[in-house]
């Protein structure tokens, strides 16, 4: 099995920081991509950003950009989400997203359970 574990949530005031963690653990061959996305009540789940584990290639959604900073350590099948510069409207359930190939050879994406983001003064 294959778990994802965020870690990093809260409740922060507008123009605060969080940093959000998520650790993947299990019967892991190789991680293509580590990933945020969020969701606020009401709405689509949404892509906040991406990493690759090859070449690092890093995609952000445009109302993230020049605030949020995606990294990861791929020897400890980690990956970081920096939030500077937190809005309202940043309020949402972050989800960890991961593609990889599990010990059976089979690759597949793979969710942790969501973190809470609050941003409210």
């Known amino acids: 099995q294959v778990q994802l574990v965020e870690s990093g949530g809260g409740l922060v005031q507008p123009g605060g920081s969080l940093r959000l963690s998520c650790a993947a653990s299990?019967?892991?061959?190789?991680?293509?991509?580590m990933g945020w996305y969020r969701q606020a009540p009401g709405k689509q789940r949404e892509l906040v950003a991406t990493?690759?584990?090859?070449?690092?290639?890093?995609n952000y959604a445009d109302s993230v950009k020049g605030r949020f900073t995606i990294s990861r350590d791929n020897a400890k099948n980690t990956v970081y989400l920096q939030m500077n510069g937190l809005k309202p409207e940043d309020t949402a359930v972050y989800y960890c997203h991961a593609n990889l190939r599990n010990d059976w050879g089979v690759r597949g994406d793979y969710w942790g359970q969501g973190t809470q983001v609050s941003i409210s003064s």
């Open positions: 990493i690759t584990s090859t070449d690092s290639t890093i």
């Open positions: 299990g019967r892991i061959v190789v991680i293509n991509t």
